[in-house]
């Protein structure tokens, strides 16, 4: 196979997909491995395995075996109330991606995140050079939880930069925003933009007296996979570390707004100010540190030729799309709604 990806979540399935569309031949590993619907028909161009990431002989086997030149690293362990795995995933699996990288000159391009910059105030655009801000202690509206996975995010990216200075090694750092699109099949169902998309589907009101002004930095998931496609192209890009985000940020009211030009009818409204993360009965989830800062987009799209085509609109569409396809998978009697 041309192309090993760990992690067979939503961002590695569309990794895969993105890879067997321009040609390439993928091996996808996971300790829990998933085959979405957009992975159908592909035999002979897509082996999907079951394998452990934080096992670096096992990965050495499996390399050995399909003689791969570029590894994407998308596996990651979400859980933030679980330090102790958050670690063994995030950090010791990207370590051992990264020895393996160097022991078979493969191309590794790795999937870190937005939540590295932490607690930053302002209204200015977020560029990568940005000095990181505290993790902890939490402010008002911050996701506690959330600390963990955020350093091992910035550990990861530590480690990628030590090896691409030490060894030279064809490694880059894509900083993702706010994931969404197909392939969510889990507890972020109930969240963002998922959220309103289900309760909109089977006619339930989500009337909330805040969070419209909830600033959000969303990414259509082909989007993100179009630029792990185009790092590894690259290489060794001009820089290490790369901010993915669409052209420009939303707020939550606008999440609304389009969800309401597929479904008129929705009974779904906000109200004014943010959308806190604890202590109401529907979290906000999915952004640990949140603030009004769009991270901005130029260096991939000159370094990288990354160019993102999902607006809102056009993005809450065809995930709306996949969702009624695979209500099996999305409906409230397979991930039940919080409130």
Not at 83 to 95: L, P, Q, Y
Not at 185 to 205: T, W
């Amino acid at each position: 196979m041309d192309v090993m990806v760990t992690g067979t979540g939503f961002v590695g399935s569309n990794a895969a997909r993105k890879f067997i569309d321009e040609g390439y031949s993928v091996v996808a590993l996971d300790l829990n491995p998933t085959r979405p619907d957009y992975l159908d028909g592909l035999e002979g161009k897509l082996r999907v395995a079951k394998e452990d990431v934080t096992s670096i002989s096992a990965l050495e086997e499996t390399i050995n075996k399909e003689r791969p030149k570029i590894l994407v690293h998308t596996a990651t362990f979400l859980n933030p109330l679980e330090s102790f795995n958050v670690f063994e995933i995030n950090v010791r699996g990207t370590a051992i991606a990264l020895e393996l990288s160097r022991r078979h000159d493969l191309t590794l391009v790795y999937l870190s995140s937005g939540a590295i910059y932490g607690q930053l105030e302002g209204n200015e655009d977020l560029y990568e050079d940005e000095k990181f801000g505290p993790l902890y202690p939490p402010r008002e509206y911050d996701n506690a939880s959330g600390t963990s996975y955020s350093m091992s995010k910035r550990l990861g990216e530590q480690w990628c930069s030590m090896y691409r200075d030490l060894y030279g090694l064809r490694v880059s750092a894509l900083r993702l925003s706010w994931v969404y699109g197909r392939g969510i099949s889990d507890y972020r169902l109930n969240s963002g933009i998922s959220l309103f998309l289900r309760k909109a589907i089977v006619g339930q009101s989500l009337v909330l007296p805040y969070g419209g002004d909830s600033f959000c930095d969303f990414v259509h998931v082909i989007d993100v996979a179009d630029s792990i496609y185009k790092s590894a192209m690259v290489g060794r890009p001009r820089n290490f570390a790369y901010n993915i985000a669409y052209d420009r940020a939303y707020y939550m009211k606008e999440v609304v707004e389009a969800v309401k030009k597929i479904i008129p009818e929705a009974d779904l409204s906000l109200g004014p100010g943010q959308w806190p993360s604890e202590g109401v009965p529907i979290p906000r989830g999915g952004i640990s540190w949140p603030s009004n800062r769009h991270m901005n987009i130029s260096r991939a799209k000159q370094d990288l030729g990354y160019n993102p085509a999902h607006d809102l609109d056009r993005g809450i569409r065809e995930y709306f799309d996949w969702i009624k396809k695979n209500w099996d998978l999305c409906s409230p009697e397979k991930v039940p709604f919080k409130a």
